[in-house]
C-alpha cells in the first residue's frame, strides 16, 4: 500500500457519459497530480493541484476537470466520455512546498476506465 | 521541458547488476534526474533522484556524469522481480513553483533466470 488511495479500481461505462475518479492522497502530502496512461500514449500528465489550488496543467481536454477539496482529497471529472478515453488513471501525490517537492511522488495503484 | 532518452529494451541476468542509462544533454543546472520504474501495469514507483552527486539507497545507485548530461540507474543484484518499464526524468518545474514530471517511453528491463 503506497499510501494514496484511488477509488474505483475500475469502472466500465458508456460512451457520452461522465465519471468520477477519486484520489487521497498520502497522509501530510499537498500536491496531487493527475495522469492518464492509454496504451499507444504512455503516461501522459493531466494536472496538479497544491493545496486545493491549481498549480499546473498538461494535455488535458476539455471535457475533463479536476478539483482538490480542503480535506486534501482530489476527484478528476470526465464527462462526454469516447472510446479514446478508456485508459488507466493515476494520482500520485508529493509534499510540494510552494518552491518545488523535495523528493518523489507516490502514485496510486489507478482506476480502469474502460468505455464502451 | 529537457528531454531523456533510454534504450527501449534491455536484458539482464538474474543476480548481476542491471545497469540502465539515461542521456539529458539539455538538462538545465537547477534540473533533477528521477528514475521510477512501472511494474505491469501498477501505479509507478519511486526509486530514486539526484541532481550532481551519485546517489545510493535501498534500492539502487544513481550515477551522474560530471557534466550532467547523462546519468546511469544501478540495481546491484537484478531479481526476477525487479522486471519493469524504468523511467528516466527530468523534473521540470512552471510558474509558482509548480512541478509535474513528463514520463518517456522508458526501458522495459527484463531479468532473466
Known amino acids: 500500500d503506497s499510501g494514496v488511495t484511488q477509488t474505483p479500481k475500475h469502472l466500465i461505462t458508456a460512451t457520452g457519459q461522465r465519471v468520477t475518479l477519486r484520489c487521497s492522497p498520502r497522509?501530510?502530502?499537498?500536491?496531487v497530480y493527475w495522469y492518464q496512461q492509454s496504451l499507444d500514449q504512455g503516461l501522459q500528465f493531466l494536472i496538479q493541484y497544491y493545496n486545493g489550488e491549481e498549480r499546473a496543467k498538461g494535455n488535458i481536454l476539455e471535457r475533463f476537470s479536476a478539483q482538490q477539496f480542503p480535506d486534501l482529497h482530489s476527484e478528476l471529472n470526465l464527462s462526454s466520455l469516447e472510446l479514446g478515453d478508456s485508459a488507466l488513471y493515476f494520482c500520485?501525490?508529493?509534499?510540494?512546498?510552494?518552491?518545488?517537492?523535495?523528493?518523489?511522488?507516490?502514485f496510486g495503484s489507478g482506476t480502469r476506465l474502460t468505455v464502451v | 521541458d529537457a528531454k531523456t532518452t533510454q534504450p527501449p529494451s534491455m536484458d539482464c541476468a538474474e543476480g548481476r547488476a542491471a545497469n540502465l542509462p539515461c542521456n539529458h544533454s539539455?538538462?538545465?543546472?537547477?534540473?533533477?534526474v528521477y528514475w521510477y520504474r512501472q511494474i505491469h501495469s501498477q501505479g509507478p514507483q519511486y526509486i530514486i533522484h539526484?541532481?550532481?552527486n551519485n546517489e545510493t539507497n535501498e534500492m539502487a545507485s544513481l550515477i551522474i556524469t560530471e557534466d550532467r548530461k547523462s546519468s546511469t540507474l544501478i540495481l546491484p543484484h537484478a531479481t526476477l522481480r525487479d522486471t519493469a518499464v524504468y523511467y528516466c526524468?527530468?523534473?521540470?518545474?512552471?510558474?509558482?513553483?509548480?512541478?509535474?514530471?513528463?514520463f518517456g517511453k522508458g526501458t522495459k528491463l527484463t531479468v532473466n533466470p
Open positions: 526524468i527530468v523534473r521540470v518545474g512552471t510558474q509558482g513553483g509548480s512541478e509535474k514530471l513528463v
Open positions: 500520485a501525490s508529493s509534499f510540494a512546498t510552494r518552491w518545488g517537492i523535495s523528493g518523489g511522488y507516490t
Open positions: 497522509s501530510g502530502d499537498l500536491s
Open positions: 539526484g541532481l550532481k
Open positions: 539539455t538538462i538545465s543546472g537547477n534540473e533533477y
